[in-house]
């Protein structure tokens, strides 16, 4: 291919990606502007904060399933780029990042309490935000902030308290033989 089209088209993927990314900006804007105008409170932004703590969380989960072997090619990958993987890690962690869990507690079940946590402190903010200004806190709001704490709560609590039930049933049953 001639050089001068290799930079145009360079360019024109260049350009192109200027113009998504000032379309994406631009809709984030106005779907921020509309939450703060229905809501009065920003959960555009709030959606883009949970969505990156869960990235965060999944590529934690997936170093640990490397250094646990679930994904041996992976860890080949990494160190043939000089990234170093230990080969192992205390039973506790092991446990903590798999389906078992530590005590029926597994790493998704903490990331789920710590984001029903986040929006819980959000909501206490907003509330003390529009109560310092003498606003009365949108009763909308609130419950949209309730909807998504009990959407994140039915992906992992009943979850949760099932395994804690049955490791205590089990705990005793052991101890009353």
Same mark, same amino acid.
């Given at each position: 291919?001639?050089?001068?089209?290799?930079? %145009?088209? /360079? #360019?024109?993927?260049?350009?192109? #990606? =200027?113009?998504?990314?000032? /379309?994406?900006?631009? &809709?984030?804007?106005?779907? &921020?502007?509309?939450?703060?105008?229905?809501?009065?409170?920003?959960?555009?932004?709030?959606?883009?904060?949970?969505?990156?703590?869960?990235?965060?969380?999944?590529?934690?989960? @997936?170093?640990?399933?490397?250094?646990?072997?679930?994904?041996? !090619?992976?860890?080949?990958?990494?160190?043939?780029? %000089?990234? $170093?993987?230990?080969?192992?890690?205390?039973?506790?962690?092991?446990? !903590?990042?798999?389906?078992?869990?530590?005590?029926?507690?597994?790493?998704?079940?903490?990331?789920? %309490?710590?984001? +029903? &946590?986040?929006?819980?402190?959000? #909501?206490? +903010?907003?509330?003390?935000?529009?109560? @310092?200004? %003498?606003?009365?806190?949108?009763?909308?709001? /609130? #419950?949209?902030?309730?909807?998504?704490?009990?959407?994140?709560?039915?992906?992992?609590?009943?979850?949760?308290?099932? =395994?804690? =039930?049955?490791?205590?049933?089990?705990? &005793?049953?052991?101890?009353? $033989?």
């Amino acid at each position: 291919m001639p050089v001068p089209l290799i930079v %145009g088209s /360079l #360019a024109a993927k260049f350009a192109k #990606a =200027k113009i998504t990314n000032a /379309l994406s900006r631009e &809709t984030k804007s106005q779907l &921020t502007n509309i939450s703060l105008e229905i809501f009065g409170y920003d959960f555009v932004s709030l959606f883009i904060k949970i969505i990156i703590f869960y990235t965060v969380a999944l590529i934690i989960e @997936k170093y640990h399933n490397i250094v646990n072997g679930v994904a041996g !090619f992976w860890a080949d990958l990494l160190g043939f780029f %000089g990234v $170093k993987i230990p080969k192992h890690e205390p039973d506790i962690i092991k446990k !903590f990042f798999s389906e078992e869990g530590v005590e029926g507690i597994r790493w998704w079940n903490l990331i789920h %309490g710590l984001v +029903i &946590t986040l929006i819980v402190i959000e #909501a206490m +903010i907003y509330i003390k935000t529009n109560t @310092k200004q %003498g606003a009365t806190p949108s009763p909308f709001t /609130l #419950a949209t902030f309730g909807l998504i704490i009990a959407a994140i709560a039915s992906m992992t609590l009943s979850d949760l308290f099932a =395994k804690l =039930k049955n490791t205590f049933d089990a705990k &005793t049953q052991q101890v009353n $033989k």
